[in-house]
């Protein structure tokens, strides 16, 4: 089966079936939006870790909802949309500390594999992230590729690897591509659609990039991955913009979800306060940009009678649960269950169907992962506590309180 759903190839769920919009960069215009609303409808949206969205329906979406979404530039070629794993920080363009404005390559990008059909046959997870030097920053996050803005005129790419080529930015794209050719021979020549770290894996990094400047007749440095010290766990608050009279409010989005009606809401703040834009964070927030700040504190004020925060992470986040077919507990349900007592205990938990745990973005004190029909395995700091039931879970969880607060590279098993 096709583990990553897209909007002209959705996956089948119990009871029907996954919807996957990938939004380059996470952003999408007030126009965009629109068209996002009638797609789901009366329905709710899921926010993705990559900053994509994802809608739950009986029936796939129809061609007229197909026609119009494609219109608005939100679904790519048939052969290449689920290719669109362009992840931007939600700050790019906008951010104070930032090196260079990475939205354009994430526009010429999209660009190049709308151009490129023949791409079609590369796995569906190949992901490129740019990183401008943003202070919410997605250097961390996983990517395939990372280009990083080391200053105005040059970037460093790294593959699955922490030894990456120092690149002036005029031939980034040109880079780029010829990893894709390269890769494009390695898929050619596999029997499975493989990952790109497995190309790597089986070449070598060093003789990935001797093959980059073979084709292009080129050297480049070599640079080494530094740890980040200060990774990016989240994008809410107010936050200044690089234009002194803007700035951008990040709001935290419970269980990542949001009924049509908030998102409408939403999209309302943003019209009438910003540019109507939001973008999706991989944290699984939204940002609204460009609020003047003679509105900044209307908007909150607004957001707040949501009953949306700007500064607390939810406390209790769970993926889709038994609407994926691998989920072996109802998360949905127990999350509800637990929300309000994990609040008034300040306990935050994960809840993940399997041990896929694609929607665990945000550090929590606690992660559950479904391991048999009913039953999670409980983590703290990589190490696991014990198993029990969903009916013992807050319990459980009630007598590890006082463990501190793990950070997510240190909870993620
Ligand atoms: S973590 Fe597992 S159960 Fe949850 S949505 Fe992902 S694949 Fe499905």
Not at 124 to 149: C, M, Q, R
Not at 222 to 240: A, E, M, Q, W, Y
Not at 299 to 325: F, H, R, W, Y
Not at 332 to 349: C, D, F, G, V, Y
Request: aromatic residues 6%.
């Amino acid at each position: 089966m096709n583990r990553c759903p897209s909007m002209l190839a959705p996956t089948p769920t119990q009871g029907g079936c996954l919807s996957r919009l990938r939004l380059v960069g996470g952003r999408a215009s007030s126009l965009q939006l629109e068209g996002i609303l009638e797609w789901i409808k009366d329905g709710e949206i899921e926010i993705t870790r990559r900053g994509n969205l994802q809608h739950r329906s009986l029936l796939p979406p129809t061609p007229l909802v197909l026609q119009k979404l494609q219109d608005l530039k939100l679904i790519g070629s048939p052969e290449t949309d689920q290719l669109r794993n362009i992840m931007l920080s939600p700050m790019a363009g906008i951010d104070t500390k930032m090196v260079m404005d990475t939205s354009l390559w994430a526009k010429e990008w999209e660009k190049y594999l709308q151009d490129h059909r023949e791409l079609k046959d590369l796995s569906a997870k190949f992901s490129i992230g740019f990183d401008g030097g943003e202070t919410v920053s997605i250097t961390h996050l996983l990517n395939d590729v990372l280009v990083s803005a080391i200053d105005p005129a040059s970037v460093v790419i790294f593959l699955s690897d922490p030894v990456g080529v120092v690149v002036p930015v005029q031939e980034v794209i040109d880079v780029l591509q010829t990893i894709v050719f390269l890769y494009m021979n390695f898929t050619k020549a596999a029997t499975t659609k493989p990952r790109l770290k497995e190309m790597v894996a089986n070449y070598g990094i060093e003789s990935v990039w001797h093959r980059v400047e073979q084709k292009l007749g080129k050297k480049f440095d070599r640079l080494s991955k530094l740890t980040d010290k200060n990774p990016s766990f989240s994008c809410l608050g107010v936050f200044h913009q690089n234009n002194d009279a803007y700035f951008a409010i990040g709001v935290a989005i419970p269980s990542s979800r949001l009924a049509a009606m908030e998102l409408q809401k939403l999209k309302q703040i943003a019209d009438r306060f910003g540019t109507g834009e939001l973008r999706f964070t991989p944290w699984q927030s939204i940002l609204i940009p460009f609020v003047h700040r003679s509105f900044v504190a209307e908007s909150l004020k607004q957001i707040t009678e949501m009953n949306l925060s700007v500064t607390d992470q939810p406390p209790i986040t769970a993926c889709a649960g038994l609407a994926c077919n691998s989920s072996f507990t109802d998360t949905q349900t127990n999350a509800k269950e637990l929300s309000q007592q994990t609040k008034a205990r300040s306990i935050t938990i994960h809840l993940s169907g399997c041990a896929r745990l694609c929607a665990y973005s945000i550090p929590h004190h606690f992660l559950a992962i479904g391991v048999s029909p009913g039953v999670y395995a409980l983590y703290h700091d990589q190490k696991k506590l014990t198993e029990c039931t969903d009916r013992e879970l807050l319990t459980v969880v009630a007598n590890y309180q006082n463990l501190p607060k793990a950070n997510l590279s240190a909870t993620k098993i």
